[in-house]
């Protein structure tokens, strides 16, 4: 009852007669009676017997105000800066029913102690930045690096976008995932501070001449280490998480080179629906092309941006490289040189030295990615099934190195079926990872029977 009385309130044509907004989260809450207030015009003639009629307008802009009431107080967000109608449905049930979107407890710092960090955010230290925000590198007080966040506000996504990362860091524990430390926010000013991570970004490293050339051996830990982070949002954590932005730029590394995956300002719950295609989030070139036709959030969306992201490691292509026109994709490019001319594609830096063993592994990342990024939903692997490939892959180059003969022998043996239709058209040099049965002993949270990985 106490609702309708404070919805009631709402539709009063003075604003002065409305209850304040404060007063109404107490209220909703069962904390404070509801104020008695003079009889307004809109409410006389409401006697026995007679009809209280409300104008659909007067009806919408009550309840639009306590909507926003119950937003800003258990989402942390205002519903007029929500899109839809189905968007505030969803944050309601999220707020409601998933322990994920519990309300937002970080610690805090001020803006003055940010400005200070940064130098006032001097532009020497920009360590990227994109329409909603620009990341800055910083130097607390107590002399720890940390990279600051900077939300542009001018962004109509940016309050939307600062919250949802908010509530998704809060509740990750994984060290391949990025940690917040604490948070900035006032109505002029919003900010997240990370752990500085001192060897920036993957891209970086992938296409920028000023960073260290990543080796083989590098690149097969930082595509493990993504593995291990998606497969945790994907079945480890309180919810299924799709993080929806996978991407060299988004992959942070630190001083031993581990990979933490960052920004998780468009990460959503698995199995909610979008239904506004054009407002579906996502870098062109990592996007799965099920988005075009399909709102459904889904894991399978990080699986194939991920195989894309692996062939970019290890080809050195972006998939938005101008030789990607037409028809052709990156995925098409690697696909078709499968058949005869499969180091063509490979990263030539990665070649100069190369020993056998390191072209096995090189080609075989390549034949993942591949397989990950699918044009085929169904076809695609889990994250879980990718990470048992990659950590055998990896046991077999470390047990293994001192014969690449060896090695080679080892691979084919244990992934001999995977793709058959490529390895018998291969040639012996270039023959590599090409099945895989994922047995309980390989997968510690596996069912019990083997799990065999279907051709891509």
Sequence with gaps: MRWVKLAL???????????????????????LDFPEMPLRESLKGLEPGNRFHVTSAEQNAGMKEVMDAWAMDNIGISHSSIRNKRETEILIEQSLEL????????????????????????????????NSASLYKGLLSNGSYVAVKVFNLMNKDAHWIFTAECKVLKEIRHRNLVKIGSICSTDKFTALIYKFMCNESLEK??????????????????AIDLAHAIEYLHHDCHVQIVHSAL??????LDQDMT?????????????????DYEDLKGTLGYIAPECAVSGRISTERDVYSYGILLLEMVTGKKPTNNMFEGDLTLHKWVNSAFLNRVLDVVDQRLLTEATDNEIQIVVSLLRIGLWCSNNTVKARPTMKEVSTVLEIIKEEWLRDTSSSVKLKRSLSDQFAS???EHSESLSSDTRVVTSVTVTPEHCERGSSSPVKLAYI
Aim: aromatic share 6%; proline share 8%; net charge positive.
């Design 247 to 252: 991407k060299p730029s988004n992959v942070l």
């Design 259 to 275: 990979a933490h995956l960052s920004d998780f300002g468009i990460a959503r719950i698995a199995g909610l629906d979008t239904p």
């Design 205 to 222: 490293h992938l296409h920028s001449f000023m960073c260290n050339e990543l080796g083989v051996k590098q690149r097969l830990n930082i």
């Design 418 to 420: 995977l793709f058959p």
């Design 99 to 130: 322990p994920l979107m519990s309300r937002i407890k970080l610690p805090k710092i001020s803006y003055v102690d940010i400005v200070k960090a940064t130098h006032g955010f001097d532009k020497a230290n920009i360590l990227g930045k994109s």
């Design 9 to 31: 309130g709402c539709f009063a044509r003075s604003p002065l007669e409305k209850p304040a907004m404060n007063k109404a989260i107490p209220v909703m809450k069962g904390l």
